[in-house]
């Protein structure tokens, strides 16, 4: 089941800024990953946070990851136009299945 | 983390054929793989939980006996649709459980496009 919610739902941005977006979820989790899909291509790990961690750091990527509101954020500083893809935040309740955000689609232009 | 073969890339069957997708887990023994499916501009949606040696587990309103889900070995998981329609037409993707432990998240196939006409 779906219990992600991201936004914004689309961003577009100048190659070299930033990019930041936002999950929100509703139940307890065990951890909370993010991940890049290209267009009709499959998904790429970015990065996985634990439920007991507040910050995390992946070369360009930034994430937090917020229990009490339920909520993470994925940052991507100095942006290319290779980051063009769709990118989805999927919680890990414990159960080994992942729920999926709706996804944040960004558009990096030259 | 893993590295998962999916395959065929894309097919185009006729409604009511029915289409075999396989998912390889190449270098990882692979007791768990997941099915997702994916329309246009949506999420992904868990279909089910293969489990080698056992029955899949299905997600609420997914038809198991329209979805067949084989986990014969470690390395290979198939999903069938059989006597597809244009509405199964989706992107069905694979993935295998990572080392969670070691900060892999799960790994992914490249996905599969599956047509009706």
Redesign the interface.
């Known amino acids: ?2 219990q992600g919610e991201e936004d914004p739902q689309a961003l577009s941005i100048q190659e070299g800024e930033n990019a930041t977006m936002n999950c929100s979820y509703k139940t307890s989790i065990n ?1 909370l ?1 993010w ?1 890049r899909q290209n267009s ?9 946070i634990r439920s007991n961690e507040r910050e995390k750091h992946s070369g360009r990527l930034r994430v937090t990851l917020d229990t009490s509101k339920k909520s993470s954020s994925l940052l991507i500083t100095a942006s290319r136009a290779a980051d063009t893809a769709s990118y ?1 935040c ?1 919680t ?1 309740a414990n159960d ?8 944040t689609t960004v558009t990096v232009r030259a | ?1 893993a590295v ?1 073969s ?1 395959h065929p890339s894309w097919v185009i069957c006729k409604s009511g054929t029915s289409v075999k997708i396989e998912c390889r887990s190449l270098d990882f023994q692979a007791t ?1 793989m ?1 099915w997702y499916r994916q329309f246009p501009k ?5 279909m089910a ?1 293969s489990n080698e040696g056992s029955k899949a587990t299905y ?2 309103g997914v038809e198991k006996d329209k979805f067949l889900i084989n986990h014969a070995s470690l390395t290979l998981s198939t999903l069938t649709v059989t006597s597809a329609h244009p509405e199964d037409s989706s ?1 069905y ?1 694979c ?1 295998v ?2 080392a ?1 432990t070691s ?9 599969t ?1 599956l047509t009706v006409v």
């Open positions: 089941s779906q951890n990953q991940y009709g291509r499959g998904l790429v790990h970015l990065i996985l989805f999927a890990d080994y299945k992942l729920s999926f955000g709706a996804g | 983390g998962v999916q768990t997941f949506q999420s992904l949606m868990l939980t997600e609420q992107f993707i993935s459980e990572g969670v900060n892999y998240g799960y790994t992914f196939g490249s996905g496009r």
